[in-house]
């Protein structure tokens, strides 16, 4: 990615509702939104890129392309994969069926496990067996391997063959025995997808990886040719799960490390507005239509896991710590069996969309709830919406107004805290139970609908700041072009603390680091970052935690990694056990290409606070309804100061400040927002 003030960035977001474009050229911000195309995600990015281009963007000068994508993501939602075929040791037929004994509901008696993403049909044995230090028990017989392509009917093959982390050589001679019995579908390694212990996430991580790879391969393969096309030359990158852009060929190759390609973007986005306002510890929290992604930034970072559930399977891959839950803008309530008020997962989509849009939505959602209650005026950036103020109150009292016995007002207010309690409840999952205090955090609320419940959240946590960045409606989009480019190497060496040896470590390392350095041969040497980390847990425990390890390695640094893991469990997880025996699990590394940010210099606003204000309108807060300041964000002046209430709408979102709040707006546009938490 060109590091050139002068040079023209393009990041393209494709969403559940809509596809985002934002472009920067000489700090120049320029914007484009088009709705998605579900069947043919592809579509909407040319599209994007063709209005930018109407609009008088060149796409000639483009010489950064950055893309983040929910193919992935929605392929193993809906389970639409390819068909796909697992080969691996004998006796381990049914690991992806067996899995773990964890249950996501203790008390269910009717629980069920994800179906395996490899049916038993097409799950094959390999004669042949490694130990756990990689010595070979049981020679490896190819000639079965040569004699399956005749049996195997399926479009890509996932090899996962017991302790491949410690020696890969089976893996590969049984990729050499398909290819030599002429298998001619993609085949994916165990051991270059996911080389860590844990038979089932290993076993799991490939499986998808291979599931996934003809899927992502044809996706990205028609993007890259279509922004050719259109005139783009500029080579796609692609935003992986770990908050870092990759090159497009390595996401075609491990599509299982896009699964969190877009929320991954706008994590990264928020931690950089987040720190021009001098936050490196925040909250993230994005809303658009169909759901809300929340995650944790320390020190600037997001925080990464390999640890994440995406739909009913633990993916291992690193990739940030997001929580998402089914209430977004569009999310649909209801009164369920019980006479429960629920929201979501169900959502309107951008087709219908919600009902005050005007656009056939019968079914009441977050921001049919919000327009109820006057915080949000959909003609402000719909235009004409016909009757549909009408049709929104009336679709409110049927669905959850008549079974709760409630009128408009009364459901909609509902409606709204079933959201803002439902988010809130994620953010306390990656803080509170991550062991950080929200009062110590200050919160980054941005997509489409984010803003308009950010400080009634806030002030439930008792966060004490909610930044609302200028692009709030497109942060994911603009997090593509402030990311680094980024790629994580590991190999799992299970060993006592105690008898690890610092050279064999180095060893290990400058092999990794080997790797990251080919990853990046087009990043000049100077911005190259290696990153070290090792998995350490307590001798005898089924988890571990990751640490960073310096740049050279001997017995004091040794030591001080121990110390280092001692506090961070004791930050986990309450206690730490220093008398404790402790054992390695996994060498990490993070190669980083380093990539300086573009200047983006919004023009300042000059005037008065009160220029802005478009009108005002009854809006309703804690059922009291007030006649309220409706300010248009782009004629508030730089340095003005907003009391609440009031509602402030941009072009992409709009911020609603409660009663007792302040909010101000910053040098670089953003809406700060003084949360009062005893509301």
């Known amino acids: 990615m060109g590091d050139s003030d002068t040079a023209t960035r393009v990041g393209i977001d494709v969403g559940g509702t809509f596809t985002d474009v934002v472009a920067v050229t000489d700090g120049r911000v320029r914007v484009h939104k088009v709705a998605s195309t579900p069947d043919?995600?592809?579509?909407?990015?040319?599209?994007?890129?063709?209005?930018?281009a109407d609009e008088g963007l060149p796409l000639q000068a483009v010489d950064a392309?950055?893309?983040?994508?929910?193919?992935?993501?929605?392929?193993?939602?809906?389970?639409?994969?390819?068909?796909?075929?697992?080969?691996?040791?004998?006796?381990?037929?049914?690991?992806?069926?067996?899995?773990?004994?964890?249950?996501?509901?203790?008390?269910?008696?009717?629980?069920e496990k994800p179906d395996p993403v490899v049916p038993r049909d097409r799950r094959y044995e390999v004669p042949g067996r490694l130990d756990e230090r990689g010595t070979e028990l049981a020679p490896l017989d190819e000639e079965t391997v040569r004699d399956l392509p005749t049996d195997i009917d399926a479009e890509s093959v996932a090899v996962a063959l017991?302790?491949?982390?410690?020696?890969?050589?089976?893996?590969?001679?049984v990729r050499r025995a398909l290819r030599d019995g002429g298998y001619e579908g993609a085949i994916s390694l165990s051991s270059?997808?996911?080389?860590?212990?844990?038979?089932?996430?290993?076993?799991?991580?490939?499986?998808?990886?291979a599931a996934l790879r003809p899927v992502v391969d044809r996706y990205l393969g028609r993007v890259d040719s279509q922004v050719g096309e259109a005139g783009v030359g500029a080579d796609l990158r692609v935003m992986a799960s770990n908050g870092g852009l990759m090159d497009a060929a390595t996401a075609r190759e491990t599509p299982v490390r896009t699964l969190l390609s877009g929320p991954a973007a706008g994590v990264r986005g928020a931690a950089h507005v987040a720190a021009r306002h001098g936050h490196d510890d925040v909250l993230t929290m994005d809303m658009g239509g169909t759901s809300c992604d929340v995650s944790l930034v320390r020190s600037g970072d997001p925080l990464v896991s390999t640890d994440v559930t995406v739909g009913e399977y633990p993916v291992a891959t690193p990739m940030v710590d997001v929580h998402t839950v089914g209430s977004g803008g569009g999310s649909i309530a209801r009164v369920?069996?019980?006479?429960?008020?629920?929201?979501?997962?169900?959502?309107?989509?951008?087709?219908p969309g919600p009902v005050c849009y005007g656009r056939g939505g019968d079914e009441p959602t977050v921001t049919d709830a919000a327009f109820a209650l006057g915080r949000i005026d959909p003609s402000a950036f719909l235009g004409d919406i016909g009757g549909a103020g009408d049709a929104t109150r009336q679709a409110i009292e049927r669905a959850v107004g008549e079974p709760l016995d409630a009128d408009v007002r009364e459901a909609a207010a509902g409606i709204l805290s079933v959201a803002e309690a439902d988010t809130a409840r994620a953010l306390r999952v990656v803080s509170v139970e991550r062991g950080y205090d929200p009062r110590d955090l200050a919160l980054v609320a941005f997509g489409g609908a984010g803003p308009l419940i950010a400080s009634a959240v806030a002030s439930e946590l008792s966060v004490p700041e909610v930044v609302v960045p200028r692009a709030a409606g497109v942060l994911s989009a603009l997090g593509l072009l402030v990311s680094d480019r980024t790629y994580d190497e590991s190999v799992s060496r299970v060993r006592a603390w105690r008898e690890v040896d610092a050279a064999d470590l180095e060893a290990l390392f400058a092999d990794l680091e080997s790797r990251g350095r080919e990853r990046l041969a087009d990043v000049p040497a100077d911005r190259r970052r290696m990153e070290r980390a090792f998995d350490l847990?307590?001798?005898?425990?089924?988890?571990?935690?990751?640490v960073d390890a310096p740049a050279d390695l001997d017995g004091d640094a040794l030591d001080a990694v121990a110390e280092r893991f001692h506090e961070a469990h004791r930050q986990r997880y309450g206690h730490a056990s220093p008398d404790e025996p402790l054992e390695l699990v996994t060498v990490?590394?993070?190669?980083?290409?380093?990539?300086?940010?573009?200047?983006?210099?919004?023009?300042?606003?000059?005037?008065?606070?009160?220029?802005?204000?478009?009108?005002?309108?009854?809006?309703?807060?804690?059922?009291?309804?007030?006649?309220?300041?409706?300010?248009?964000r782009s004629r508030l002046p730089t340095g003005g100061r907003v009391e609440g209430p009031a509602v402030v709408e941009g072009a992409e979102s709009t911020l609603v400040v409660r009663p007792p709040d302040r909010v101000r707006v910053a040098d670089d546009g953003s809406l700060v927002v003084e949360v009062d938490a005893d509301v």
Do not use: C, K, M
């Open 40 to 52: 043919a995600p592809e579509q909407g990015v040319v599209e994007g890129l063709s209005e930018a």
């Open 162 to 173: 017991l302790f491949a982390f410690e020696d890969d050589s089976h893996e590969r001679r």
């Open 537 to 546: 847990r307590y001798r005898g425990q089924t988890y571990d935690l990751t």
């Open 65 to 111: 392309l950055a893309h983040g994508t929910t193919v992935a993501t929605n392929a193993v939602l809906e389970r639409d994969w390819a068909d796909t075929a697992l080969l691996t040791t004998e006796g381990f037929r049914d690991v992806l069926e067996i899995g773990r004994q964890d249950r996501p509901d203790l008390y269910d008696l009717h629980g």
């Open 336 to 351: 369920d069996e019980g006479g429960a008020l629920r929201v979501g997962p169900a959502s309107a989509g951008a087709e």
């Open 192 to 209: 270059e997808v996911l080389p860590e212990i844990r038979e089932y996430e290993r076993t799991l991580a490939t499986a998808l990886n």
């Open 588 to 632: 990490r590394l993070r190669a980083r290409g380093v990539v300086d940010p573009p200047e983006l210099d919004p023009p300042r606003t000059e005037g008065a606070v009160a220029d802005a204000v478009r009108e005002e309108r009854p809006v309703t807060f804690n059922g009291r309804t007030l006649e309220v300041r409706v300010y248009d």
